[in-house]
């Protein structure tokens, strides 16, 4: 799929200036129309793509998305050298394919870096191999932001017997004005998104949104509450297991870690042959873990930049050994599953990629895995495993 350029939205970015103040484009809700619709395709708010009946500025919802969202850094997630640090990963990954020699030249990412939207004036195409989400049904030709974000940021308060207004960010808000509700985190559909917001090719969802507390727009620390891997199950149904001895064969993605002293593990792994960590800086965040929390706001008081580890309310999910969106490694990887050793990662070894591009990251840092982890560093499967 070299060539192709995938992007997809980055859900509370877009800045706008206003006197000397700094408003985020989106703030949880339905931005301005005029940011994503053109009224009348007017040469002061013009069109770029083929006119649509959803009065679109680009030919489809993607290709709008990603008339702002394409680039480097801030709000961007998809740059052309995969600098990007945010959590959700670097679409430029899906772009940028590279090779490593060895006994075979095998080639990595690409179009198995992450998720394939469509996007008609970027070029994007369908996934050339998957039809369907993988363990679920949804259609891969339909795969485009609104797929995963509602643009236009809409929640429906059941308790309050309807839908208030939003008025705080759900990404990285404790609470939200008086007579209004917070939105949701980075913009996700919810359990109502097929039937309340229609906005989703008909795609229903019966999962809520997750919880979530985001550093700010640029996401690049993120601590996750609850619900990630069973919002992710709304598509990738099969892959949900909750109950691990009954399901054999698939790994667990919303379990808690103290089920089997996975808990203790992870606290006391720091790398291969070193089990001397504390449960007070053990939290790595290449290897994040959900703590278990369902209201952000005791997100935000235990705080975005925590070092805790895990404990006995933490769970394993989706996001724990995967980006959301791409990653330089096949599967999406937060590490390179296919090698032996950290410091033989393919894109370690592969002399295609940019000197800038940075595959192994957290919290928005660069991380050389050697200087961290030691040149026999293994599987990052271990800091729950502990098999090295």
Not at 118 to 137: E, K
């Amino acid at each position: 799929m070299k060539g192709k350029q995938y992007f997809l939205i980055a859900a509370v970015g877009m800045f706008s200036m206003a006197a000397t103040s700094a408003f985020a484009f989106h703030g949880g809700g339905v931005a301005h129309c005029d940011g994503c619709h053109s009224m009348h395709n007017s040469p002061e708010n013009p069109i770029s793509g083929t006119p649509n009946e959803a009065l679109m500025k680009g030919s489809d919802a993607s290709s709008t998305c990603l008339n702002c969202h394409a680039g480097s850094g801030g709000y961007h997630i998809s740059s052309t050298d995969g600098s990007n640090l945010n959590g959700g990963g670097d679409f430029g990954w899906l772009v940028n394919e590279y090779t490593v020699a060895g006994r075979v030249t095998t080639t990595h990412a690409g179009d198995n870096a992450g998720h394939n939207i469509v996007a008609t004036d970027f070029g994007m195409a369908a996934d050339a191999t998957l039809t369907a989400a993988p363990g679920g049904t949804y259609d891969a030709t339909l795969l485009g932001c609104t797929s995963c974000h509602d643009a236009h940021g809409q929640v429906l308060d059941g308790t309050a017997g309807g839908s208030l207004p939003v008025g705080a960010s759900g990404s990285y808000s404790a609470d939200a004005p008086a007579g209004t509700i917070k939105g949701n985190y980075r913009l996700l559909g919810d359990s109502l998104y097929e039937a309340g917001h229609n906005i989703n090719d008909g795609f229903a969802f019966t999962n809520g949104a997750p919880v979530a507390l985001s550093n700010h727009y640029n996401g690049y620390q993120v601590r996750y509450g609850s619900g990630m891997s069973e919002w992710c199950a709304n598509c990738h149904t099969d892959y949900l297991v909750t109950d691990p001895d009954s399901m054999l064969g698939k790994h667990p993605t919303a379990v808690l870690l103290s089920k089997d002293g996975y808990d203790v593990n992870y606290n006391s792994y720091v790398a291969t042959g070193d089990f001397t960590g504390t449960a007070a800086t053990a939290f790595d965040p290449l290897v994040p873990f959900e703590t278990g929390s369902a209201d952000q706001a005791t997100l935000v008081t235990a705080g975005v930049t925590s070092t805790a580890g895990a404990d006995a309310a933490s769970q394993v999910m989706c996001l724990s050994c995967h980006r959301a969106h791409a990653s330089a490694f096949n599967n999406m990887g937060r590490w390179d599953f296919e090698t032996e050793f950290l410091a033989h990662s393919s894109s370690i070894n592969s002399t295609d990629i940019s000197a800038t591009g940075v595959a192994y990251y957290g919290d928005g840092v660069a991380v050389d895995v050697v200087a961290k982890y030691g040149e026999a560093q293994r599987s990052l499967c271990n800091k729950c495993h502990v098999q090295d």
